[in-house]
Every structure is written in structure tokens, then in C-alpha cells.
Nanobody, 119 residues
Framework: QVQLVESGGGLVQAGGSLRLSCAASGSILVIGAMGWYRQAPGKQRELVAVITSGDTNYADSVKGRFTISRDKSKNTVYLQMNALKPEDTAVYSC??????????????WGQGTQVTVSS
């Protein structure tokens, strides 16, 4: 089993910044992709950003404000969030896709971390 642990959420005023971290652990052979999703009250979960070995992709709503990065040696993904807006308020969850050492693929999620942006 692969476990993901997120940190860095909190309360911030509009225009402020936060940096989210997510570390994966377990019997991992390789991680092919890691990403951040968010779910606001009354809304469905949406992709915020994803990173693979060669590419990054962002939701239009966060382009130019958020940056996703990855430390492969630590199996950790980060989300630098700048110029935060109240509409960014949501529970942010990280996700990892990869291959287990014992064989087979995994698709694991973290518990989620609350990000609240006040007006």
C-alpha cells in the first residue's frame, strides 16, 4: 500500500501564499505522475495541477499563480500557491500513480488539507 501525507494548508488572506507538500511512502517501484486536486463545498473534485517525468499541466483558473514541482528522490510533490483568491478555498488532496515493487499499479490519495482564503 502507498500512503500520501499532505501538509501546508491553512488560513490566508487574499493575495497571500501557501506551499503545500505531499510525501508518498510504501513499496514503490516508480511514480509516474503526482498531482493536486481540490474540492470546494458544493462542488465536485477538480484537477489543479499534475506533474509527470516530462510535463506539467494546470487548471486554467490557477495558471500563472500556482506552480507544481517534484522531488523524485523524496517521492514528494509540492504546490506553490501565490496570489490566492477566495475562490481557491477548498480541501486540497494529492494523488500519485505508479508501479509497486511487488507488481501491479497503484492509484493513491492523501487525506486532504484545508486551504481557506479570506476576503
Amino acid at each position: 500500500q502507498v500512503q500520501l501525507v499532505e501538509s501546508g494548508g491553512g488560513l490566508v488572506q487574499a493575495g497571500g501564499s501557501l506551499r503545500l507538500s505531499c510525501a508518498a511512502s510504501g513499496s514503490i517501484l516508480v511514480i509516474g505522475a503526482m498531482g493536486w486536486y481540490r474540492q470546494a463545498p458544493g462542488k465536485q473534485r477538480e484537477l489543479v495541477a499534475v506533474i509527470t517525468s516530462g510535463d506539467t499541466n494546470y487548471a486554467d483558473s490557477v495558471k500563472g499563480r500556482f506552480t507544481i514541482s517534484r522531488d523524485k528522490s523524496k517521492n514528494t510533490v509540492y504546490l506553490q500557491m501565490n496570489a490566492l483568491k477566495p475562490e481557491d478555498t477548498a480541501v486540497y488532496s494529492c494523488n500519485a500513480l505508479g508501479v509497486l515493487k511487488i507488481g501491479g499499479r497503484f492509484d493513491s490519495w492523501g487525506q486532504g488539507t484545508q486551504v481557506t482564503v479570506s476576503s
